[in-house]
């Protein structure tokens, strides 16, 4: 059993940046394969970023490419989603998952856990 927790969601201008932290309980998160996801109203959930178990393999979506990095730090139990040079289009709730001794899942189905969500709002 994982339990997710997400912050450091708010409001912040075009080109800003912010650091999404998801924060796991349990001894063996390192186990564990996450994937940021976000969705903006009206729209389907879609993967952001994928980060392997081991952590030596991420995933980005074209969108943020060259923008977002995905990382992890097993000691603090935590994955983090660094955000940069945002955008209005970046606007949605975002949200973290974790399948044990996931990969690179890109699909909602693929993950079991998933925390309750962060609001990131760009404006122009």
């Known amino acids: 059993q994982v339990q997710l927790v997400e912050s450091g969601g708010g409001l912040v201008q075009a080109g800003g940046s912010l650091r999404l932290s998801c924060a796991a309980s349990?001894?063996?998160?390192?186990?564990?394969?996450v994937g940021w996801f976000r969705q903006a109203p009206g729209k389907e959930r879609e993967v952001v970023a994928a980060i392997t178990w081991g952590g030596s393999m991420t995933y980005y979506v074209d969108s943020v490419k060259g923008r977002f990095t995905i990382s992890r730090d097993n000691a603090k139990n935590t994955v983090y989603l660094q955000m940069s040079n945002l955008k209005p289009e970046d606007t949605a709730v975002y949200y973290c998952?974790?399948?044990?001794?996931?990969?690179?899942?890109?699909?909602?189905?693929?993950?079991?856990?998933w925390g309750q969500g962060t609001q990131v709002t760009v404006s122009s």
């Open positions: 349990g001894r063996t998160f390192s186990t564990y394969g």
């Open positions: 998952a974790a399948k044990y001794y996931g990969g690179l899942q890109r699909e909602t189905s693929d993950y079991r856990y």
